[in-house]
């Protein structure tokens, strides 16, 4: 499953930078969202202070295949099904049968032999207790006939920051009260919810096969796992479709999408349907969005050395989906950030997400985690298929750019450092979709790789593959496979990177001689020997000299090392991990010198950006030659990442300094191919002058980017907020999401009267971008009078009902629009309190300040009727 929240919300942004900024703030930082606030599950310890142990599910019995026959009833959002499924003990005796059911009614629960014979059971909403009748041994099979009714809206399992909902099944405008949404259905199994509408064992180390008869009206597609055998035409207006995978699979991997579907048709290797279901606005723009599906099929089936395994890969956008996508076997589900035209996807292509989806078919599909706490065999592959792919495509420093973010946003999340890869104590498993499991994963697998070499990392994971397929696995598993190749014991790497926590946390010095051809580098690991041991760190070294490069290849094991090096010539640069593979925290004492120099001649993205940062943090007062020179390299490299290092650069300058790029700067405003620097550009052009270039940023508001204009406005409005927003009213109605969250941002720090329509149009619209356009609605009712908050009550109130129902984040939101908007009369309330109390009894003001308490403490009161209080 892709990336959760954190990462969605940067997409559906339309952030997609190299470099994620650092230590800066901005007068809008009020508006930010801390999604930390949010607390999902309680911290429950052990005796030791501990989270509980969490073993693998015991295996009971085995289902080898599941049949289904679904219909549903749209007025009370109800799944009407029939379930038969074929068992055998796994390998005890046994007389009883435990099956996950949430919120189920249950009709019917039968034998199925030559007499169908019902069976005794008992049901407490979550599990049915089922007596089998007699016992069973491990070579026998056994049939159960279920019939049911699912009741989702019933359902209160929990959703998490990963996944922010957990009914299994979705009933999107059902009675079709929303003109402007389609009605769908989509399920959503990761990671036990797919009980919420089929009986099942719902865990990840349970394998089977399936069939699926879907019933729905005659207008409507569907999709499912495997192939579709036949559609089916009923008299009653409705067909029947017909799904069926004969490759075992895990539970949480079913899923089922209902809608008005176009089907755009494509294939690999003229043998496996490839297909990708979109509304019908979007048909035109499919093969854009997912057009790289094929390449991508072929080079990871060949880079693997493994052939995708499933009968088909079809892609599905649906709306409301409450995580960013689902890997479900051979059906995976996007949320509607893929739904766009050839515009939007100037600024974001998602194609990473596609990516990831596509590589969870090896890691997680065909191979799969036997427990939750090995998750990371799941994400964190899928994690580095997006590197891998991008490595493919786009060449190894666009895959460097964008993999520097995973590093960047694990280090930036401190407490993680005390977090295990792999881990079997956890409160909840919701809690393993973290960045952990994902980005630092994916940088491990990174190290392993480096550290091993390209032929024998990808030897391995086929042998891995090969050996477990179908299976649910370990992460011994990935270390015996990677030590059948190598011939190397790497228990030390597994138990280092894999099963402990933290990260290397290093400091780097030099001394030189005289005529810097003799240096000493001394490194120093400083992590907390508490949470972390000290790291084997096996590296490479590149020594600059004299136009050439020496390879040096080191360990560093002790808290205190000492490497020498001497040199024929002056030492130009010393590269301490010369590949830039190392998850660690770095802070490197160069000498400015070599900064410049790396920065100029290190030959990858990464050593420009670290070199860069190392500039940025020196930076002195004013610009110089050495400056002068790497922003000029910088702004014309023919990467685009390393052209953003310039305009980063660029920004750390006094506004004198600066304004000698200025011509530089507003090419690139206008003519740049990427469309983050040129919006990047005009965020520049407004701290020199916004006034000056003023024509500038009206005409870049017709530029092709929704990113361009939305920055264009943004500058607008630092000195005529009045134009900006009238040229943002020309986009109120544009289904762009990012430039809905501009204009709501406009909105609350400068529209004048009455919004409050505008907002109430937005509800439930626009993908993750709502939670922005929600906040800002809190920053408007904030600034407004009364009679606007008044006014926008009754809206909040029905939008509340159905928040509260829907996913914990939207909640979260309508709390703090609740919290915003009441946050000024509760101001006005405490300060006549206090004036009071300073008062003699029969002080003349006590009856203006009663007033004024009476006032604000109505408004208050009338802000928190949306929640019932």
């Not at 990671?191 to 064992?201: D, E, H, I, M, V």
């Not at 709306?319 to 950030?337: C, I, K, L, Y």
């Not at 700067?665 to 620097?677: E, G, M, N, P």
Request: hydrophobic share 35%.
């Amino acid at each position: 499953m892709t990336t959760r929240i954190i990462l969605i919300l940067f997409l559906a942004l339309g952030l997609s930078s190299c470099k994620v900024k650092k230590n800066t703030t901005s007068k809008n930082d009020e508006k930010k969202i801390n999604m930390n606030e949010v607390v999902v599950h309680g911290n429950a310890k052990n005796k030791k202070g501990e989270a509980p142990y969490q073993p693998s599910e015991k295996r009971v019995n085995d289902i080898i295949h599941t049949i289904l026959d679904i219909r549903f009833d749209y007025e009370k959002q109800e799944v009407i099904g029939k379930a038969t499924i074929t068992i055998k003990p796994y390998f005890y005796p046994t007389s009883t049968l435990d099956l996950d059911a949430k919120s189920f009614e249950l009709k019917r629960v039968a034998m199925i032999e030559k007499d169908t014979q019902n069976l005794s059971y008992t049901y407490d909403s979550s599990i049915i207790h089922i007596n089998l009748g007699r016992e069973y041994k491990h070579h026998e099979t056994y049939k159960i006939f279920i019939d049911y009714v699912a009741k989702p809206n019933d359902n209160k399992q929990k959703g998490s920051a990963a996944i922010s909902d957990a009914k299994g099944i979705y009933f999107i405008n059902p009675l079709k009260k929303d003109a402007d949404k389609p009605r769908q259905i989509w399920t959503q199994g990761e990671t036990q919810s797919n009980s919420g509408w089929f009986p099942t064992n719902d865990v990840p180390n349970e394998k089977m096969t399936q069939e699926i008869y879907i019933t729905v009206d005659e207008k409507e597609v569907t999709l499912s796992n495997g192939e579709l055998i036949y559609s089916k035409i009923n008299n009653d207006k409705t067909h029947t479709d017909y799904w069926k995978q004969t490759l075992p699979h895990s539970p949480y991997l079913v899923m089922m999408a209902v809608g008005e579907f176009d089907i755009v048709k494509d294939n690999w290797r003229d043998s496996i349907d490839v297909n990708y279901y979109v509304e019908h606005q979007y048909k035109p723009y499919a093969k854009l969005i997912f057009g790289n599906t094929p390449e991508m099929l072929e080079f990871f089936s060949t880079r693997l050395g493994v052939d995708y395994p499933w009968e088909k890969f079809s892609q599905i956008v649906v709306r409301d989906f409450v995580s960013g996508a689902m890997e479900n076997t051979s059906a995976v589900v996007h949320f509607e950030g893929l739904n766009h035209d050839a515009r939007e996807h100037l600024d974001n292509t998602y194609e990473s997400i596609v990516s990831h989806e596509l590589f969870h078919h090896w890691f997680g599909d065909l191979v799969t985690c036997e427990s939750w706490s090995n998750i990371p065999l799941n994400e964190s592959f899928a994690t580095y298929g997006q590197y891998l792919w991008d490595e493919h495509k786009y060449g190894r420093m666009e895959a460097d750019c964008n993999f520097d973010n995973d590093l960047t946003g694990y280090l930036g999340q401190k407490e993680k450092a005390k977090t295990k890869l792999i881990r079997f104590n956890y409160n909840s498993r919701e809690d393993m979709f973290d960045v952990v499991s994902y980005q630092k994963g994916g940088r491990v697998l990174h190290m392993l790789r480096k550290y091993v070499g390209d032929e024998a990392f990808f030897k391995s994971l086929q042998l891995y593959l090969t050996k477990n397929k179908f299976k649910n696995v370990e992460i011994h598993n990935l270390r015996l496979a990677f030590e059948e190749v190598t011939g190397e014991d790497l228990n030390w790497f597994f138990n280092q990177w894999f099963l402990g926590a933290g990260h290397p946390i290093l400091t780097i010095n030099y001394e030189y001689d005289v005529e810097h051809k003799n240096v000493k580098v001394l490194v120093e690991q400083k992590q907390d020997s508490t949470t972390s041991r000290l790291f084997k760190l096996p590296v490479d070294i590149d020594i600059y000299s004299n136009g050439e490069v020496k390879h040096k290849k080191v360990i560093i094991e002790k808290s205190h090392e000492t490497f020498s090096f001497k040199s024929d010539a002056p030492i130009d640069l010393i590269n301490i991990d010369a590949d830039k593979m190392l998850l660690a925290s770095i802070t490197d004492m160069k000498p400015m010198e070599e900064y410049y120099f790396m920065l100029l001649h290190a030959p990858l993205f990464m050593d420009k950006s670290i070199a860069s940062d190392g500039i940025i943090s020196n930076m002195p007062d004013t610009s110089n030659k050495d400056i002068a020179a790497s922003i000029s390299f910088c702004l014309n490299h023919e990467f685009w990442g390393v052209r953003e290092i310039g305009l980063d650069m660029l920004d750390k300058l006094n506004v004198k300094d600066r304004t000698v790029y200025a011509d530089k700067i507003l090419a690139i405003a206008q003519h740049d191919k990427k469309s983050l620097l040129r919006s990047s550009a005009i965020q520049l052009l407004r701290g020199i002058d916004e006034a000056k270039y003023k024509n500038e940023f009206i005409n870049a508001t017709n530029d092709s980017s929704y990113m361009v204009v939305g920055s264009a406005i943004g500058a607008i409005s630092e000195s005529d907020p009045d134009l900006a927003l009238k040229i943002a009213d020309g986009y109120k109605n544009s289904k762009n999401g990012n430039l809905q969250s501009m204009y709501a941002g406009l909105i609350a720090e400068h529209g004048k009267g009455d919004y409050v329509s505008y907002f109430e149009s937005t509800f439930g619209k626009y993908g993750f971008n709502k939670f922005s356009i929600l906040n800002s609605y809190g920053m408007y009712l904030k600034r407004s009078d009364s009679t606007i908050v008044l006014k926008a009550i009754p809206g909040l109130k029905a939008y509340y009902s159905k928040a509260k129902e829907a996913d914990m984040y939207s909640k979260f939101m309508m709390d703090r629009i609740l919290s915003l908007a009441s946050e000024p009369y509760a101001k006005k309330l405490n300060d006549a309190m206090e004036q009071k109390k300073k008062l003699k009894p029969k002080d003349p003001k006590i009856q203006t300040l009663d007033k004024q308490i009476e006032n604000a403490q109505y408004m208050i009161d009338q802000i928190y009727t949306v929640v019932g209080k």
